[in-house]
């Protein structure tokens, strides 16, 4: 059901873990099977590599939530454009990404009003020529955060189509502008506004929240969560040099830390649903309904990738390989 205005959907770190008990099968027996993408820049990659293994294992997404990256590799999975997504990847190139350089040219931009180190005009563009709102087939989320009031919001197409509220002449424009949005990792590249109503948006990953909860309301019953960065923070080969490599670890760390508090806490009431059942006790959630078991697949490197903005061609060939790699190990350990 969709929200009067403001269209998006809020969100908060409390997630109603809502269902009825049970367990069903695999992904080909008509499960509903949703996908959850964190962010990570040119870590990305990983993700591709990993959806390669699943999609050649016959994995389909009823449902697909993203942040930052991984709110456009779930538009294009939405729109069943997986292999352009991949030739998008091995394509890439920095230029295509960023634009402008890191230097005390740069950082006295920013002291004298500046919004950001680096443009997003060449995103932009590549979102403009990709992204078709008409063909999007799976129920997806897209993760934003408003710099204004610090409210996080779960934006779906049908919000800029169905009911989209007065000042949204052109619900494509809004929708790829909410894509630009959640890719912003702020300081990295600059806010996003949304006309009429929404101004300043960034990366949904900077609010205490992950996309698990803007997955579960759709109670799936398969979860397959892709994150860029390890369960544990792992030793950088060489420490962080320059102002931009100190800020841009700071807030990987902090992110990084918000998205596995949730997959942990995802994991924990799980389990715990799953030792009931198995005792024959079901648990509810405050509202009284049964929490319900999820079959799941976690699916995230052992060690540290290659840096955030590292868009260099052997960068993201190790992460499409290491993405590949852990996906075969995870589904093969199930």
């Keep these: 059901m969709l929200c009067s205005v403001p269209i998006g959907r809020e969100g908060g770190y409390h997630v109603e873990w809502a269902g009825v008990s049970g367990v069903s099968g695999g992904n080909s027996m008509a499960m509903k099977t949703a996908l959850v993408l964190s962010g990570g820049g040119a870590k990305g990659a990983f993700q591709v590599g990993a959806l390669r293994y699943l999609h050649e294992q016959g994995y389909t997404w009823d449902v697909i939530a993203g ?107 809004a929708f790829k502008r909410a894509i630009l949005a959640s890719t912003a990792m702020p300081v990295i590249w600059p806010p996003v506004d949304i006309p009429p109503l929404y101004s300043a948006m960034v990366d949904g990953g900077v609010r205490n929240i992950s996309p698990l909860g803007d ?31 100190i800020a841009l670890r700071s807030l990987e760390v902090a992110l990084d830390e918000i998205f596995h508090t949730d997959t942990r806490e995802f994991l924990r009431i799980n389990r715990n649903v799953r030792e009931a059942a198995e005792a024959g006790v079901t648990l509810h959630n405050e509202s009284g309904k049964p929490f319900k078991y999820y079959r799941h697949l976690i699916i995230q490197p052992d060690a540290p990738l290659d840096d955030t903005l590292d868009f260099s061609r052997p960068a993201i060939m190790r992460s499409l390989r290491a993405g590949y790699a852990k996906a075969k190990e995870v589904l093969g350990a199930r």
């Design 67 to 173: 942040v930052s990256v991984g709110a456009l590799n779930g538009t294009m999975l939405a729109m069943d454009a997986f292999d352009e997504l991949e030739a998008l990847w091995r394509t890439v190139t920095p230029a295509q990404v960023l634009t402008g350089r890191m230097n005390i040219w740069a950082l006295v931009r920013m002291l004298f009003g500046a919004r950001s180190i680096y443009g997003n005009e060449p995103l932009w563009e590549m979102i403009i020529e990709k992204v078709r709102l008409e063909k999007i087939r799976a129920d997806l989320r897209i993760g934003v955060v408003s710099l204004r009031t610090g409210r996080y919001f779960a934006f779906r197409p049908d919000d800029f189509v169905n009911a989209p509220p007065p000042g949204f002449d052109d619900p494509e424009l």
């Design 215 to 245: 997955v579960l309301d759709a109670e799936p019953d398969e979860v397959v969560v892709i994150n860029c960065s390890p369960a544990e923070p792992g030793e950088l080969e060489t420490p962080p040099r320059n102002v931009l490599q």
